[in-house]
């Protein structure tokens, strides 16, 4: 995972909380006036002059210095700033010019600033920060328009529109068709835009931030910002967490009302029946189980009779045969249309050693705890905490059939842990770490493998556990051996850090994030990408492959999910909903639905057909979520996060209903408890959606990870933070 709690991070801070003060007034020049005291300066004040000095000398360092200081000490109490109580121009009326004059160079550098010191800002911050760039872009377009720039508003509008095209494609492109300032008044989009105010919900230090930086960037562009902030958007403060009801919407308590309607009611006489989401989501994708050939599968069969007839023989009870479990839950009708084609993904020849792994799995299957009764059952839980890491351990990844955890470092090592006690032994008979005891037997539980040159942040297991994929701040991805415990290639070709990586359900391929925005495919035996997968506006930040393995899912700081098909190198799906950045996915083991969450502390459940949003779930509070897992039935969802909890919900209950109420996890009375221990138990408690089964919390220990085995007992992971 990307930049685990406790981590530093490279993105800085917005420009200090310091509430910005009013310029003292000048002077009047009469003779006759009598003398006045000497000017009272605030703090803030004092520290303003200053560093207009500094920075008028040339004292570069020293302002640095002074500004990172200045930040730390706490400001006197003063009232919350917002557009009727700050000293800034007073409000006209929407539609009505305003009277400044700015160049074209000025509107646009104002809009640039603000974007590049929102995407500079601290994740806790840029959700709310970044709600100001969509209507700022906007005005500053029809400003340059309005006051006769064509030829700059258009250089404006193609350099800057395409951050906007996802959420506001229909508005964007209505805006792109203006160009003489009559068109103002003939757009249905611009008037709505110049006659109403947008409106923004954003939280109290936000706003205090905000105005700080337009106030100390005024000269610079941020005055620009500033008074179009005054003149058309209206901020709204609130302490409350803002939830989008559906995918690719905007919050209706937000923007403008008479846009929504605009959006979804008939413009010029034509019905806009489906969003372009929703067109864009109509193309044929195929969910099935990928086709095997059909020798393999009739050797499988013949092996799993001959399994059959020996338990037979030694009188084994048992509650299926392995055959009968085969044909109901594994094997593919090859007549069924919504499976793919064995040549959508070539793959290399079943051997020997994956014969007796899909056995082995086929019996697991048929051994495994069943969470699919009427109503979904609870799954047992193993967590694992690791002590001692030093906040350095940054990623946890459980193999398939739960034997072994790998973990990923900042120090660029990777460390693997046996999980049911047998040895790490190395098939290298020089191996130095084959350690054994006086019989002979290698006793050695934990490998460090060595090789990347910067913080490791993703590592995967292949399906027969023969390979281990790692992935790292450096650039690079190393497949490993886990029978030598030797790196064997190195794949070059991103030209960022890589955030995650992800081995196929049917091996050879494998699938990384990377934060120059694109995913990438890759297969063990080429060094180079066979897929780049380019349309994120942001870091992609997780992998996931179907369980077909020919399509690819991605979820980026964009806040959208995509869904990409293999075979063609394009995106067939977009998920659209979260408001923050997405830190994991999980698919169905059905292939039918999918499940997003990260930053916005929600688990979104998808059906992948449609493209649509099932549900939301709602729990963790306002903590980021780390990790997801279905269990093999498909029934249970588990979610992991950094509240310290792994939490169980119900996949399949209010599934007709997208916006499910919010119910306690517990009852609260008032009877019997006094008023101290009631606001702390209330502070303490948190709410969450009906379809919340249960949690199991830790006492320090944020969850990196979930895993369900074939048995399906729930395994978790994290590191003690005490």
Not at 187 to 211: E, M, P, Q, Y
Request: proline content about 5%; glycine content about 6%.
């Amino acid at each position: 995972m990307k930049q685990e709690p406790g981590d530093s991070s490279d993105k800085s801070a917005p420009s200090g909380s310091i509430t910005p003060q009013p310029k003292p007034p000048q002077q009047a020049n009469v003779s006759n006036q009598q003398p006045q005291k000497p000017q009272q300066f605030s703090a803030a004040d004092l520290n303003r002059i200053v560093l207009e000095y500094l920075n008028k000398k040339g004292y570069h360092k020293t302002e640095s210095m002074l500004r990172m200081e200045s930040s730390h000490i706490p400001a006197p109490p003063t009232n919350i700033p917002t557009p009727q109580t700050t000293n800034i121009s007073r409000p006209t009326a929407p539609g009505r010019a305003p009277e400044y004059s700015d160049d074209p160079a000025t509107i646009k550098r104002g809009y640039s600033i603000l974007k590049s010191w929102c995407e500079s800002s601290l994740d806790f911050y840029r959700p709310e920060l970044e709600k100001f760039l969509y209507p700022v872009f906007v005005h500053c377009y029809l400003d340059l328009i309005a006051r006769g720039y064509p030829s700059h508003a258009r250089e404006f509008y193609d350099k800057f529109s395409k951050d906007h095209s996802v959420l506001h494609e229909y508005e964007i492109s209505k805006l792109g068709g203006i160009s003489l300032k009559e068109h103002l008044q003939e757009n249905d989009v611009a008037k709505i835009f110049r006659s109403h105010k947008f409106k923004v919900l954003i939280g109290r230090t936000t706003f205090n931030l905000l105005l700080y930086f337009l106030n100390e960037n005024d000269a610079v562009g941020g005055g620009v910002v500033l008074r179009l902030i005054n003149q058309y958007i209206e901020p709204v403060i609130t302490t409350e967490a803002i939830a989008v009801e559906r995918e690719g919407e905007l919050n209706l308590s937000e923007g403008i009302v008479e846009l929504h309607t605009l959006n979804n009611t008939s413009i010029g006489g034509e019905q806009r029946e489906i969003s372009s989401v929703d067109a864009f989501n109509k193309k044929p994708v195929k969910l099935g189980k990928l086709q095997v050939d059909p020798e393999y599968s009739k050797e499988l069969e013949a092996e799993l009779k001959l399994k059959d007839e020996q338990e037979q023989a030694a009188q084994k009870k048992v509650s299926t045969t392995l055959l009968e479990e085969y044909r109901e839950n594994f094997k593919v009708d090859p007549n069924d249309e919504n499976n793919p084609s064995k040549d959508t993904l070539p793959l290399p020849l079943k051997s020997a050693q994956d014969l007796r792994n899909d056995i082995a799995m086929i019996q697991d299957s048929r051994a495994k705890i069943k969470l699919s009764a009427a109503q979904a059952s609870l799954p047992s839980v193993c967590m694992y905490t690791f002590h001692n890491t030093n906040n350095d351990l940054t990623c946890l990844k459980f193999n398939d059939d739960s034997t072994m955890v790998a973990s990923g470092f900042q120090d660029s090592f990777i460390k693997l842990w046996s999980i049911d006690g047998s040895p790490l032994r190395s098939l290298l008979k020089n191996d130095p770490y084959n350690q054994q005891n006086n019989d002979g037997v290698a006793v050695k539980g934990s490998r460090r493998l060595v090789g990347h040159s910067g913080a490791v942040y993703g590592v995967d297991f292949s399906p027969d556990n023969r390979y281990l994929i790692s992935c790292s701040e450096d650039k690079t991805v190393r497949l490993w051996s886990l029978d030598t415990y030797t790196c064997l290639v190195s794949y070059k070709g991103h030209s960022s850090s890589v955030w995650d990586v992800k081995f196929s359900p049917m091996g050879h391929y494998f699938a990384t994030a990377s934060h120059d925005q694109t995913a990438r495919l890759w297969s063990c035996d080429h060094i180079y990408p066979l897929r780049i997968f380019a349309g994120h506006l942001n870091d992609v930040d997780c992998v996931e492959f179907h369980p077909n393995s020919t399509y690819l899912f991605t979820g980026s700081s964009d806040k959208t999910a995509r869904m990409w098909d293999i075979a063609r190198g394009e995106c067939v799906r977009v998920f659209m909903g979260h408001s923050g950045a997405i830190n994991c996915l999980a698919v169905s083991p059905d292939g039918r639905w999918l499940a997003s969450a990260g930053e916005d502390s929600v688990v979104c459940l998808w059906d992948i057909s449609t493209g649509r949003r099932i549900k939301a779930m709602r729990g963790h509070g306002r903590s980021s979520i780390y990790s997801l897992a279905f269990s093999r039935e498909g029934t249970v969802l588990v979610s992991t996060g950094a509240d310290n909890s792994v939490r169980v919900w119900d996949v399949k209950k209010n599934t007709n209903s997208p916006s499910a109420q919010p119910e306690p996890i517990n009852d609260v009375t008032a009877q019997g408890i006094q008023k101290k221990t009631e606001d702390l138990r209330r502070r303490k408690e948190i709410v969450a959606t009906n379809d919340h089964m249960s949690v199991y919390f830790t006492k320090k220990t944020p969850v990196y990870t979930v895993h369900f085995t074939r048995r399906n007992l729930c395994l978790a992971g994290g590191v003690f933070g005490g």
